[in-house]
């Protein structure tokens, strides 16, 4: 049974990574809870009030909505060898 999560993005940069490349990256303190995204779940792309900054004047909000297509799966930087889920979304 598919579920719904949210997806809270705080920066514009990271905003158009997700939307660009239709995908998501999480640190490796929520391996754990990004494993649990299934295919077929929904996730909501929620923007932070200081995602375009300037917080005094944008708001908060639900952007847009994607299904999960292909599971998390684990990859390693070139950079470090930290490791991280990176679920593919479908829009």
């Excluded at 996730?43 to 375009?52: A, E, I, S, W």
């Excluded at 297509?69 to 990859?75: G, I, Y």
């Amino acid at each position: 049974m598919a579920s719904a999560h949210l997806l809270i993005i705080e920066d514009r940069a990271a905003l158009s990574w997700v939307v660009t490349g239709q995908r998501m990256a999480f640190p490796t303190g929520r391996a754990k809870a990004a494993r649990a995204l299934g295919e077929g779940d929904e996730v909501f792309l929620y923007t932070t009030r200081g995602c375009f900054r300037n917080p005094t004047r944008d708001l908060g909000r639900v952007i847009g909505r994607a299904t999960i297509a292909v599971p998390c799966a684990s990859w390693t930087s070139r950079s470090s060898s930290t490791s991280a889920p990176t679920p593919r979304v479908a829009a």
